[in-house]
């Protein structure tokens, strides 16, 4: 097996470790408010997912997969500082995460762009809620450097609407990486798209990591996404109370190509196992909400 346990890695929580996930816990409150009282449908507590460790060393690439529904999501979602933990904590160079920081980059599936703004704008706005002081001329300079990066040299001045899809994802990385985060975290990135224009944004991505070697955490469904573009592979169980199962270190050299990184010996063997795992799960879910 090429993987090791989450509770393997807690066990050597190194000090080198960027994000450090320690023993989380998130309870989503159920409803208590009068109106459920008086008609007796106060719904229990939810416990989405349930002491979770991890360390995370920098200019790692993770991907995180696991049955729909399990809080891959909302994993993600407490480490961008969009929502509380309940217990444990998270540590960002060993400071506990309390909120949403420049320090940390979000790339959405919905590309969550303000539609009134261009590119240029959109980039923009980003940059200067970050840095408010930065000067102008650094501003434009950047927007144009990250314009470029992701290929959208030319559509400076288009709004969202007037874009593909494609190059409407190409804008939320762009701003995204704009803001010279930390650490980059993609919520199913190329979700909404379709198999071609996923497979060149995959491409493009892996390019910008060679070139950056940013820490990037991003949610995947896709197997074949996750092996081409990851370090390492969280495997998460299905909820409720949700944990990791194993994680899978991937060892093919870098730059990877997608023509080629098939023969690589390990490949079929990582595949399987993530198949299995996402099989063995799904189908419980299944069970589950049959039974
Ligand atoms: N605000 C909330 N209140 C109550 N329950 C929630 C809330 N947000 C998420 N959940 C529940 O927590 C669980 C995990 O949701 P989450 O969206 O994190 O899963 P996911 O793995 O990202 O799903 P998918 O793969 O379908 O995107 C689900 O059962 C979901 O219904």
């Known amino acids: 097996m090429n993987g090791f346990t989450p509770t393997d890695q807690a066990d050597q929580a190194s000090a080198s470790a960027q994000l450090s996930i ?17 008609t007796g449908k106060t719904s229990r507590d939810f ?12 200019n790692t690439f993770v991907t995180i997969i696991g049955p729909s529904g399990c809080g891959k999501s909302t994993l993600l979602g407490m480490i961008a500082g969009l929502m509380p933990v309940t217990m444990g904590q998270i540590l960002l160079n060993g400071q506990p995460i309390v909120g949403p920081g420049p320090d940390r980059g979000m790339v959405f599936q919905n590309y969550a762009l303000m539609p009134w703004m261009t590119v240029e704008e959109n980039i923009r706005f980003a940059i200067e ?5 930065m000067s102008p001329k650094r501003c434009d300079r950047i927007i144009k450097e990250h314009i470029q ?17 494609g190059m409407r994802q190409r804008v939320g990385i762009a701003r995204a990486l704009a803001i010279n985060p930390q650490i980059l975290l993609m919520d ?19 390019r910008i990591w060679e070139q950056q070697r940013k ?14 573009l990851s370090d390492r592979i969280v495997m998460m169980t299905r909820g409720p109370a949700a944990r990791v ?18 023969q690589h010996p390990a490949y079929h063997d ?6 299995s795992h996402l099989f063995r799960e799904t189908r419980a879910v299944e069970a589950a909400r049959i039974g």
């Open 188 to 206: 199913e990135p190329f979700g909404a798209l379709d198999a071609l224009t996923r497979g060149f944004l995959q491409d493009e991505i892996e």
């Open 245 to 262: 199962d194993e994680i899978l270190e991937v060892p093919f050299p870098r730059p990877r190509n997608r023509e080629t990184i098939d």
């Open 47 to 58: 416990v989405a997912i349930e002491d979770i460790s991890l360390e995370i060393e920098p």
């Open 149 to 165: 990066l992701v290929g959208l040299s030319g559509a400076e001045r288009k709004h969202p609407h007037e874009l593909s899809g």
């Open 22 to 38: 320690r023993n989380v816990t998130k309870v989503f409150p159920g409803k208590t408010g009068l109106v459920n009282k008086l």
């Open 215 to 228: 820490t990037v955490i991003m949610i995947t469904h896709s197997i074949e996404e996750a092996l081409l």
């Open 270 to 275: 990582l595949k399987a196992e993530m198949e």
């Open 129 to 133: 809620t970050v840095t408010p002081k």
